[in-house]
Antibody
Framework: QVQLVESGGGAVQPGRSLRLSCAASGFIFSHYGMHWVRQAPGKGLEWVAVIWYDGSNIYYADSVKGRFTISRDNSRDTLYLQMNSLRAEDTAVYYC?????????WGQGTLVTVSS | DVVLTQSPLSLPVTLGQPASISCRSSQSLVSSDGNTHLNWFQQRPGQSPRRLIYKVSNRDSGVPDRFSGSGSGTDFTLKISRVEAEDVGIYYCVQGTHWPPWTFGHGTKVEIK
């Protein structure tokens, strides 16, 4: 069965960096585009970034452009989100989700807390 | 950017009664490939989102048939024919036609009266 497992979240000070991972299993990872979506505490869902199945197309939300980098390692079936220059407003649960316009499977999420 | 406006924001429903959630788009969601990439998600308390409906009206595997999606162009609706206790949560629509960005509605909270 399809599984997406995020990791790498934690508490970090403003301006610092964090790298999230999303380990995929149960499907051919290299065939699918993948998204990162976040949810601030008590708020709705916000799309963050997407990467094409082969990494050739990447897009970011304006709120993270220039600070976050999405990447993937198809040999390891893993999606990444490198988050630099973190701000308090980046505090959220970060989910990975499968598919270009599908979002058909989601991970359980990993919490990132940015606070001094 | 496409704006999705959901209504109502809160929906108290009596068990066994129907419920309806609207998602209106600021522009048509019909894509150049002829598909309409409008999906519906359920997020139960403390859980990850779960897709219920894709491309307007297609129910995902395992989703009870009391859930249905309809609509076209800019107006879309998620209906629950008879609300059960397990349906409590927040429901979101998302569009994947005009990207980037992919945009979500603000969510509709379904609760039991």
């Amino acid at each position: 069965q399809v599984q997406l497992v995020e990791s790498g979240g934690g508490a970090v000070q403003p301006g610092r960096s964090l790298r999230l991972s999303c380990a995929a299993s149960g499907f051919i990872f290299s065939h699918y585009g993948m998204h990162w979506v976040r949810q601030a505490p008590g708020k709705g869902l916000e799309w963050v970034a997407v990467i094409w199945y082969d990494g050739s197309n990447i897009y970011y939300a304006d709120s993270v452009k220039g600070r976050f980098t999405i990447s993937r390692d198809n040999s390891r079936d893993t999606l990444y989100l490198q988050m630099n220059s973190l701000r308090a407003e980046d505090t959220a649960v970060y989910y990975c989700a499968r598919g270009w316009s599908d979002f058909d499977y989601w991970g359980q999420g990993t919490l990132v807390t940015v606070s001094s | 950017d496409v704006v999705l406006t959901q209504s109502p924001l809160s929906l108290p429903v009596t068990l066994g009664q129907p419920a309806s959630i609207s998602c209106r788009s600021s522009q048509s969601l019909v894509s150049s490939d002829g598909n309409t990439h409008l999906n519906w998600f359920q997020q139960r308390p403390g859980q990850s989102p779960r897709r219920l409906i894709y491309k307007v009206s297609n129910r995902d595997s395992g989703v009870p048939d009391r859930f249905s999606g309809s609509g076209s162009g800019t107006d879309f609706t998620l209906k629950i024919s008879r609300v059960e206790a397990e349906d409590v949560g927040i429901y979101y629509c998302v569009q994947g036609t005009h990207w980037p960005p992919w945009t979500f509605g603000h969510g509709t909270k379904v609760e039991i009266k």
